[in-house]
């Protein structure tokens, strides 16, 4: 497959937008409500989020575009699964520190394990590859999950 570089980099940067605008849209302070919470053990210090996801991201936006520019049978729906679970990790940002609803978290987290999964599963059924991009963004989010129902559980 030639790399169509401009749709490359509109699938990455796309991606990378849905991040920077859930945290735009979720508001205020992220350091000092995340240092107010108790945390699970294990919990990384709030910088390191920021990095993860934006190489997360980019890995996403380039697993979108191997599947959009194959012709392969199921391509519709697997970007239709790779746009809900998008639009599932926007929520969580605002749902945990724009409303501080860690229930809500723990619900949006959940919804956003399940959607990776069909999505990576769809994925590999077209593109190998582009499934594979997904592992670390799957492990991380599991982690997360694991943040996630753990601060909910400590409060």
Avoid at 15 to 43: D, I, N, R
Avoid at 52 to 73: D, E, H, P, Q, R
Avoid at 82 to 97: D, E, I, K, M
Wanted: aromatic share 16%.
């Amino acid at each position: 497959m030639k790399i169509k570089w401009t749709d490359l980099i509109l699938w990455v940067v796309g991606t990378e937008l849905v991040g920077a605008f859930s945290a735009l849209f979720a508001g205020g302070s992220f350091s000092a409500f995340y240092q107010s919470l108790e945390q699970p053990p294990l919990a990384p210090p709030g910088w390191l989020f920021p990095v993860v996801w934006s190489i997360l991201y980019a890995l996403m936006g380039v697993s979108a575009y191997l599947i959009s520019g194959s012709n392969k049978a199921g391509r519709k729906t697997a970007l239709l699964l790779y746009g809900l679970q998008l639009f599932a990790n926007f929520l969580w940002t605002p749902v945990f520190f724009g409303l501080k609803s860690l229930s809500g978290a723990a619900a949006v987290v959940i919804v956003m394990l399940i959607l990776i999964t069909a999505m990576m599963i769809s994925f590999y059924r077209i593109d190998k590859k582009a499934a594979y991009l997904n592992i670390p963004y799957l492990l991380w989010t599991v982690f997360a999950a694991y943040l996630t129902i753990g601060v909910l559980v400590l409060q």
